[in-house]
């Protein structure tokens, strides 16, 4: 496509550094402009529609267009813009959602604390890991273990808990003190006649011989999703939580759980916690907890967690830490209406229900030969390419995308695996319609790679 002059995609080329983004092919194709939203949909400035089938990045739960969320920000905007929350100051946005969180949580929990992004609030859990740390009197016991191919967040700390090569190649990440164990990905990771029992058994073993080598001691955390988004949708086999769990208990280490994809209903269950049975000390949450119409995430503390702090912020006089815009009265109304929005029309029961239409047509998806695998709980879900001649490893799946983004269907490429994350409004009938115009796209592709 030719770009215009002036136009927003020549300017945008011209001015605006992207996220995730090859920067040289950027200024020679530009960016896709999407101009508008509406339920399940987007729009292009040429007019055409697509299936928002990632939800925008894992996150517009209730959909495009809510103007109940559009008006509740309104409302506070008018009421009160903007006040903080530093130095025992507070507005009821932030009271009532603080208070509403910690009555869903799914494990009991005592406090919390406002940050504006995934990346702010795992940074933040990591300090008050290390904070907590030196409030017990155990100055070592900092490290804090997190996995491969897990996605927690792009800032320094949270990029060094990420596992994925490219948060950390030319950044000069992880930092010390972060390290990384084995990934839950059956499949893609076991050994020649492994079963998934033994390799569950494996994953529990590695972590176990990691905190070993490293010393107790010196093992504070340990951070994971229950679902892996990011990492290419990694559910992990039956008896993986479990064994997992036993492993942090027994050397006294937190959990954290990272429910910034799964919380708020895609797994079927408000929370991952409960779907996987888990039994976090921290968790940490944004994207669906305003479906992303404003920047806002948490992360909740329990008690374990909250009294030594408690007793190192009066010992020092305060709790140094906290962002100008946490807790901001217009997000926080934002993601109140939008958790009444996900209670009053059960959309966790949408996902529920509809779980099974969209795992099957996955399903189906996999009996096609350029695939190798399926994987999905809830409405959360992605197909792998099989490995081809000809082609490296991860060149597979932009090549589909584009095909798909034809077909009016966007997905994303994870290496050569399709993901697909879409709002929880979604009907059976558009699950089946972007299903059908995925297969369309695949069949184009597998034409093209044939031809
Ligand atoms: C599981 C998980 N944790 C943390 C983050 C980071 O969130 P943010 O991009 O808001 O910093 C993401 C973002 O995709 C995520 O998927």
Redesign the pocket.
């Given at each position: 496509m030719t770009i215009q002059p002036n136009s927003l995609e020549a300017r945008d080329k011209a001015y605006h550094l992207h996220s995730y983004t090859n920067a040289r092919a950027l200024e020679r194709d530009g960016a896709l402009v999407i101009e508008r939203g509406e339920g399940i949909y987007v729009y292009d400035n040429a007019g055409k529609q697509y299936v928002e089938g990632m939800a925008g990045?894992?996150s517009v739960g209730v959909g495009f267009g809510e103007s109940r969320l559009v008006e509740a920000a309104a409302k506070q905007m008018a009421k009160l813009p903007y006040y903080h929350t530093f130095t025992a100051r507070t507005h009821s946005p932030s009271v009532e959602l603080a208070e509403k969180l910690i009555q869903m949580a799914p494990v009991p929990m005592s406090k919390a604390y406002f940050t504006n992004?995934?990346?702010?609030?795992?940074d933040t859990a990591m300090k008050i890991v290390w904070y907590r740390s030196n409030a017990l009197g155990k100055p070592d016991k900092k490290k804090i273990i997190s996995r491969t191919k897990g996605?927690?967040?792009?800032?320094i700390a949270?990029a060094s808990l990420t596992g994925l090569p490219n948060n950390h190649r030319s950044f000069d990440l992880p930092l010390a003190r972060v390290l990384h164990t084995s990934c839950p990905h059956y499949r893609a990771f076991k050994t020649e006649g492994e079963t998934e029992a033994q390799f569950v058994e494996r994953c529990a073993k590695d972590l176990e011989d990691l905190i070993l080598k490293e010393g107790p001691d010196t093992v504070a955390a340990f951070i994971g999703?229950p679902v892996m988004?990011?990492g290419g949708v990694i559910v992990p086999p039956a008896g993986y939580w479990e064994a997992i769990q036993k492993v942090l208990k027994k050397y006294d280490v937190l959990f954290i759980a990272?429910e910034?994809?799964c919380g708020f209903g895609r797994t079927g269950e408000m929370f991952g916690t409960t779907t996987f049975d888990l039994q976090p000390d921290m968790i940490?949450l944004?994207?669906q907890i305003s479906s992303s119409y404003q920047?806002i995430?948490a992360l909740l503390i329990n008690e374990a967690v909250y009294q030594p702090l408690a007793d190192e912020s009066a010992k020092i006089g305060t709790f140094g830490h906290g962002v100008t815009a946490a807790g901001h009265p217009v997000a926080a109304a934002v993601a109140l209406e939008n958790i009444r929005i996900i209670e009053e029309r059960d959309l966790v029961g949408n996902v529920r229900t509809l779980s099974p239409r969209f795992l099957a047509r996955l399903k189906a998806i996999g009996e096609n030969p350029l695939v190798i695998e399926t994987r999905g709980v809830g409405l959360i879900g992605a197909f792998e390419l099989a490995p081809r001649e000809g082609f490296a490893a991860g060149q597979l799946g932009p090549k589909l995308f584009s095909h798909l983004m034809e077909e009016g269907v966007i997905s994303r490429a994870i290496g050569d695996s399709m993901a697909f994350c879409p709002p929880m409004i979604i009907t059976q009938e558009q699950v089946d319609d972007m299903f059908d115009k995925v297969e369309r796209g695949l069949d184009k592709f597998a034409r093209e790679l044939t031809a």
């Open positions: 990045l894992w992004s995934g990346s702010e609030a795992n996605y927690h967040g792009v800032t949270s999703e988004g990011a990272d910034v994809i940490t944004s994207k920047p995430s």
